[in-house]
């Protein structure tokens, strides 16, 4: 079975910056995508970032571009998160997922991490 273990969250100063981790163990194969999506108090979840994990590219919500960076290494099946020039607006349950049943926008994956959470603080 597979399972996602993020790691990496915490409060940081606007302007800080957090790198988050998340381990993918189980299955049979790699992952083709993996994404982190998050979601704040009374919103919906919401797309941050993904990437293909063959060829590596990248996707990016437009809030973010810019501040933060989308990895992974392969050998670890591991992907990160890295933020740079946070600002309190991206205080959220940060979620790692993995292999989306539609595009990699939408927030229908097939795994799902538990949550770590990242507080900005003003």
């Known amino acids: 079975q597979v399972q996602l273990v993020e790691s990496g969250g915490g409060l940081v100063q606007a302007g800080g910056s957090l790198r988050l981790s998340c381990a993918l163990s189980g299955g049979s194969t790699s992952p083709y995508v993996m994404a982190w999506f998050r979601q704040a108090p009374g919103k919906e979840r919401e797309f941050v970032a993904a990437?293909?994990?063959?060829?590596?590219?990248?996707y990016y919500t437009d809030s973010v571009k810019g501040r933060i960076t989308i990895s992974r290494d392969n050998a670890k099946n591991t992907q990160y998160l890295q933020m740079n020039s946070l600002k309190p607006e991206d205080t959220a349950v940060y979620y790692c997922?993995?292999?989306?049943?539609?595009?990699?926008?939408?927030?229908?994956?097939?795994?799902w991490g538990q949550g770590t959470q990242v507080t900005v603080s003003s």
């Open positions: 997922a993995a292999n989306p049943i539609g595009n990699v926008y939408m927030a229908q994956y097939n795994h």
């Open positions: 990437i293909t994990w063959n060829s590596g590219r990248t």
